[in-house]
């Protein structure tokens, strides 16, 4: 079976279509309360940007922290019942912030109009209703969360998406000027996500004409920012360099970075993007270029990774990684070939994840 997905409706891009918010929403105010929740990254509280929203009387804005850990099930429906509560469905959702944020909004979207704990609603095609309108607006490029047709959440058993198609933002605003405040690190992590999303979705077996002409293009923009730094026109550049790889793995699928990467957050906590970062500098047995590149970038931006981390990991704990990376086939399939179980262990993934 080839892919069949929905993307988002609409998009506005450029510096300053930031402002254009206000007008975008307007006509989306409709019903009896037609009021907007907003779901800001606590970074903007007191920030210009704040001051900016295009939030009306009736509006809820949400200033959420995302700095002790990435989106959980519970903290969605937390959000969603104190929100239906207080004043019932809201006419939309916009998201502003990063990854974390993108996940935010395209959840509680989706748990407004679906009953019960969005535990039960963790996998492929399980959300019953379409959600209620939402929007995203990110202000940190590289993870591809903002074309993606999943929100992923930690909840008690399992890291994985809400993913469907009604997942997918009807509008997103694309402002680079948002991402200019981002700390060097943050940019060099998260804009590495988008990297690795290429490198793998190019090598593998599902790679293709489709996902290989976003790969190629959103690599050529990643060097020309990644050579030069962040600045007004590379910050552009990530913006859609970030949109194209989501793509690009939307159409293909990701590889042994990513498996790795998911076994180490589920089981450590470790950040998506600083995950992939910390594993694509032991991957050169699988992706020999691409890992020279990322060393290369890493060294040019100064960006120290820790070594040495595994030293601290008992065998039950990397055992329990092992598991969870395993556990992800497609991923092993693409990366490796149909018949991967041949050539991928438990054995296999602990000792690489005893190079970290
Ligand atoms: P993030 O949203 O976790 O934010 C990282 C840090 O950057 C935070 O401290 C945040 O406050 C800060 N920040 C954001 N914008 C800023 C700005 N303009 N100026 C200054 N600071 C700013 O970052 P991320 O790396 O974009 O997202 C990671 C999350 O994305 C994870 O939760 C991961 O699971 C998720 N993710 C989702 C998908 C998907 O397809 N849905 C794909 C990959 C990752
Ligand atoms: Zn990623």
């Known amino acids: 079976m080839h892919k069949n997905f929905k993307g988002v409706d609409k998009t506005v891009f450029g510096r300053g279509s930031f402002d254009q918010l206000g ?6 105010r409709t019903g009896d309360d037609p009021y ?12 210009p940007l704040a001051g900016r929203l295009p939030a009306e009387a009736n509006d809820r804005v949400y200033f959420i922290s995302v700095e002790e850990h990435e989106p959980t099930t519970d903290q969605i ?3 969603r019942d104190e929100i239906l509560a207080q004043q019932g469905l809201p006419a939309g959702v916009i998201g502003i ?22 535990t039960q609603y963790q996998g492929l095609n399980l959300i019953k209703k379409p ?19 999943t929100a992923v959440l930690t909840g008690p058993v399992k890291k994985l998406g809400l993913k469907c198609e009604w997942t997918v933002f009807d509008q997103l605003v694309l402002d680079p000027d948002l991402i200019a405040s981002v700390p060097r690190d943050w940019w060099f992590y998260t804009g590495m996500d988008t990297f690795i999303h290429c490198i793998e979705s190019e090598n593998g077996h599902f790679n293709n004409a489709y996902s290989h002409a976003y790969a190629e293009q959103s690599l ?9 730094g962040q600045n007004p026109e590379t910050d552009e550049k990530l913006m859609v360099a970030s949109l194209m790889g989501g793509l690009s793995l939307t159409y293909s699928e990701v590889g042994v970075c990513h498996a790795l990467s998911y076994g180490l957050s589920k089981i450590l906590g470790t950040r998506h993007c600083y995950a992939n970062c910390l594993i694509m500098n032991h991957l050169e047995d699988y992706y ?9 970038l890493a060294a040019l931006h100064q960006i120290n990774l820790p070594q040495g981390l595994s030293a601290e990991w008992d065998d039950d ?9 395993y556990n992800l086939p497609h991923m092993w399939h693409h990366a490796i070939g149909e018949d991967w179980e041949q050539h991928i262990t438990i054995d296999g993934l602990k000792d690489l994840f005893r190079r970290l």
Do not use: W
């Not at 050529?220 to 030069?228: D, G, I, K, M, S």
């Not at 704990?317 to 990376?325: C, D, E, L, P």
């Open 317 to 325: 704990t990397i055992t329990k990684m092992a598991h969870v990376s």
């Open 23 to 28: 007008d975008i929403l307007a006509p989306r």
């Open 288 to 296: 020999p270029e691409g890992v020279a590149e990322f060393k290369q």
């Open 220 to 228: 050529a923009l990643c060097r020309q920012v990644f050579t030069v």
């Open 77 to 79: 429906d937390t959000l």
């Open 131 to 149: 959600g209620v309108y939402h929007v995203g607006v990110p202000t940190i490029s590289g993870t591809g969360a903002e074309v993606s047709m």
């Open 36 to 47: 907007m929740v907003f779901v800001v990254d606590a970074y903007f509280k007191g920030k």
């Open 97 to 118: 912030g990063g990854g974390s944020i993108m996940d935010i909004a395209k959840a509680l979207s989706l748990m407004l109009t679906n009953e019960g704990s969005s």
